[in-house]
């Protein structure tokens, strides 16, 4: 989820950087205003469903929240939720993964951001 989140950035923005480990909220704000960045772009995952589709005929499923804060004001800019969803021909979903579903509604929304 975080290199599609930096691939939508990296088409608007100069420098940005994927923290490798995983942080708390609190912990990602103070590190963003440690490296004295504008923006905090925070993802959670909220549901993350892969199936076996091609032989049930089940959809994956997956919905991620995407806070935005400012980090020296700390002041949240933006709260999204982007939910993704397969399509239900088992053709069109063979080796599709849930993160293959995140790609789009992603940097749409980035897009309108900026």
Request: hydrophobic residues 40%; proline residues 4%; aromatic residues 8%.
């Given at each position: ?25 609190k912990k ?42 400012e980090?020296f004001t ?6 999204v ?14 080796g ?19």
């Amino acid at each position: 989820m975080a290199q599609i989140i930096q691939s939508a950035l990296l088409r608007h923005l100069d420098n940005e950087v994927e923290v490798q480990d995983p942080q708390n909220q609190k912990k990602a704000l103070a590190s963003a205003k440690a490296g004295k960045f504008q923006y905090l772009f925070y993802p959670t995952i909220l549901h993350w469903e892969d199936r076996a589709t091609e032989w049930s005929g089940k959809r994956d499923n997956v919905s991620v929240k995407l806070l935005i804060i400012e980090a020296f004001t700390s002041e949240r800019i933006s709260s999204v939720t982007i939910d993704g969803t397969g399509n239900s021909g088992i053709a069109s979903n063979v080796g599709e993964r849930p993160e293959d579903l995140l790609s789009k509604p992603i940097s749409k929304y980035v897009d309108q951001l900026f």
